[in-house]
């Protein structure tokens, strides 16, 4: 019965997710055929291909991985703030501001990064206002900038971090913090030892959430960002669609996806043990 | 007891009590920005959704009701729209059924296998899109299929399931076995059981699947760009647009879309609350 059940839903995803992901990993060796059309490769078990990728792209490799960290962090900043202010502190209006904070990913994604590129941009009152307070100086600009893209990668991928938090807080049952109080321990020592290590589920469910698909993009830095600030995502787009590179772009692909997936093993086993805490 | 406080109060200096009102309020203060910062584009969406642009809506140029009487005023906004809308509810569909049955395998059977079951339902989640669409589009080449509107559809339920399965099984794990086992005793089969009791009661479960679907589908871009060849869905006509300023009708339909998932949610609740109530 359950391999009845599990049968046509996995039937699919062997066909549409781990098939394309083979097929991935055997068109990164091809090479071109000699004399044939862009976009036809053959099966030459060209390793160096990877090399090539990878040497060739190390800065958006690096840019791409520095830039999700920051995102992340960024985000567990101003989540974990949030989430915390919902769970303890909002009373009757609980459901109501936790509506509100997913509320504005229901407008588009990608109307949400133009906003912003508007909201900062030469027209926008940012700008303005920050020059006329002598803040930032009379050329300095805020879009196409690393700012920029850090900033729009922090705000699209909030809820990924805000929901998990929110969920492993309120989990949490108030009186153990009381307990916490009672034996003498100040605001910051009890949420240092208890509630932050009874809220780790959700940091490591919220950061992992976050960190995957910022590493992956490519559409904040294509709105937000310049020539200057390209990741990986728009490198693997480009070798796709404008320079039609099949091998590099799924070699490129490949190791994006392995270097995500050593990287959350490593951060699943340090944030399981009690290290982090 | 009154006169008592009165007397304590005036011995704090006004500056300690405020800075103990901020230390009190601290996180709260810390809430009104967090959602402020969260709410500026929503609003600056929904205010030039009201600008009398023309073409380029970049620059304030004042208020006209125009675009919201005429959404789809602006060359093919309302097709990418219809689009979307199209490939969503396809998807959903399709990711639902799918998702909820492997949710059913994994959350109510211990079986060979189910470990590895579990790691295929994580493993589409724990990919970057860019690899899952341009995985995807590689064996659509291989096999010369075009990108397209059906393309683009199997990847949306393929990206989908996993979402379905995980907050089906969710919903299932936290249902009292008691009630099944209460049908049960009450002479009904297992089909009856299933239908009248289990079903019902994970019913709120696969609607928020439903949900979460449609709008995962809705809103994607990375793995629509890969696939989609030509077509064009909503948020691929807001990418395209963006460079040269996108028309205020996609500012309206991002407004309304926004009130309408507002709409459903608080419904939602307020739904949800009455059935606690009832019960």
Redesign the interface.
């Known amino acids: 019965?359950?391999?009845l059940?599990?049968l046509?839903?996995?039937l699919?995803?062997f066909t549409?997710?781990?098939?394309?992901?083979v097929?991935?990993a055997q068109?990164s060796t091809q090479t071109p055929i000699a004399g044939g059309d862009t976009?036809q490769n053959e099966q030459t078990f060209h390793f160096a291909n990877y090399v090539n990728a990878f040497t060739d792209n190390k800065e958006q490799f690096a840019r791409s991985f520095v830039f999700a960290l920051l995102a992340t962090i960024l985000a567990l900043a101003?989540a974990y703030?949030?989430a915390?202010?919902?769970a303890f502190?909002a009373g009757k209006l609980k459901?109501l501001?936790l509506?509100?904070?997913?509320?504005?990913f229901?407008?588009?994604?990608?109307?949400?990064?133009?906003?912003?590129?508007?909201?900062l941009?030469e027209?926008g009152f940012v700008v303005p206002t920050l020059r006329n307070f002598g803040i930032i100086s009379q050329s300095t600009t805020l879009t196409s900038t690393s700012f920029a893209v850090v900033m729009g990668m922090t705000?699209n991928f909030?809820p990924f971090m805000t929901l998990p938090l929110y969920a492993s807080l309120e989990r949490i049952d108030p009186r153990t913090m009381e307990a916490s109080g009672d034996l003498y321990a100040n605001g910051i020592t009890t949420f240092r030892k208890v509630t932050l290590p009874l809220s780790m589920p959700g940091v490591v469910a919220g950061t992992?959430l976050t960190f995957?698909?910022a590493?992956?993009?490519?559409?904040n830095a294509?709105?937000l960002g310049s020539p200057n600030t390209k990741m990986i995502?728009n490198v693997?787009?480009s070798r796709?669609f404008k320079i039609v590179d099949?091998p590099t772009?799924?070699a490129l692909?490949?190791t994006?996806?392995a270097a995500?997936?050593i990287l959350?093993t490593i951060y699943i086993r340090k944030a399981g043990t009690e290290e982090l805490v | 007891m009154s006169n008592q406080k009165d007397a304590s109060i005036p011995t704090i200096p006004a500056k300690a009590r405020l800075s103990r009102w901020f230390g009190r309020n601290l996180?709260?203060i810390?809430?009104v920005f967090?959602?402020t910062?969260?709410?500026?584009?929503?609003l600056?969406?929904f205010a030039?959704s009201f600008n009398d642009s023309g073409k380029s809506n970049?620059?304030w140029k004042g208020f006209t009701l125009n675009n919201w009487k005429n959404p789809c005023g602006a060359p093919e906004v309302c097709s990418a729209l219809g689009n979307s809308i199209k490939i969503g509810l396809l998807a959903t569909t399709f990711a639902t059924i799918?998702?909820t049955?492997?949710a059913?395998?994994?959350g109510?059977?211990a079986?060979k296998g189910r470990s590895t079951?579990n790691l295929?339902i994580f493993?589409?989640m724990?990919?970057?899109?860019?690899?899952?669409g341009?995985?995807?589009?590689?064996?659509f080449?291989?096999f010369h299929i075009n990108p397209g509107f059906w393309p683009t559809v199997?990847?949306h339920?393929?990206f989908c399931?996993s979402f379905v399965?995980v907050t089906v099984k969710a919903r299932i794990a936290s249902l009292d076995p008691r009630l099944e086992q209460a049908a049960m005793d009450l002479y009904a089969n297992e089909l009856e059981t299933f239908r009248r009791v289990t079903l019902p009661l994970v019913a709120p479960g696969i609607a928020g699947a439903a949900l979460l679907a449609f709008?995962l589908s809705?809103?994607d871009?990375?793995i629509t760009?890969?696939n989609s060849g030509t077509l064009t869905t909503?948020?691929k006509f807001?990418?395209v647009s963006?460079a040269r300023g996108?028309p205020a009708q996609?500012?309206v339909i991002?407004?309304a879309?926004?009130m309408l998932?507002?709409i459903l949610?608080?419904a939602g609740?307020f739904v949800g609350r009455k059935v606690k109530v009832a019960k």
């Not at chain 2, 724990?126 to 899952?132: D, F, G, K, M, Q």
């Open positions: 019965m359950p391999y059940l599990l046509p839903g996995f699919f995803l549409f997710f781990i098939l394309p992901i097929n991935l068109t976009g101003i703030p949030l915390y202010a919902i502190k459901n501001l509506v509100l904070v997913v509320a504005p229901f407008v588009s994604f990608l109307l949400r990064t133009v906003a912003w590129k508007q909201i941009g027209e705000y909030l992992l995957i698909p590493a992956g993009d490519y559409v294509a709105i995502g693997i787009e796709y099949y772009a799924a692909s490949f994006l996806m995500i997936l959350v | 996180i709260r810390y809430a967090g959602f910062y969260l709410f500026i584009p929503v600056y969406t030039f970049l620059v799918l998702g049955m492997i059913f395998a994994i109510r059977y079986f079951s295929l493993l589409p724990a990919t970057p899109e860019i690899v899952l341009a995985s995807l589009l590689s064996l080449l291989v199997i990847a339920v393929m399931i399965v709008s809705f809103d871009f990375i760009n890969f909503f948020p807001v990418y963006a996108i996609a500012n991002g407004s879309m926004f998932a507002l949610v608080i609740q």
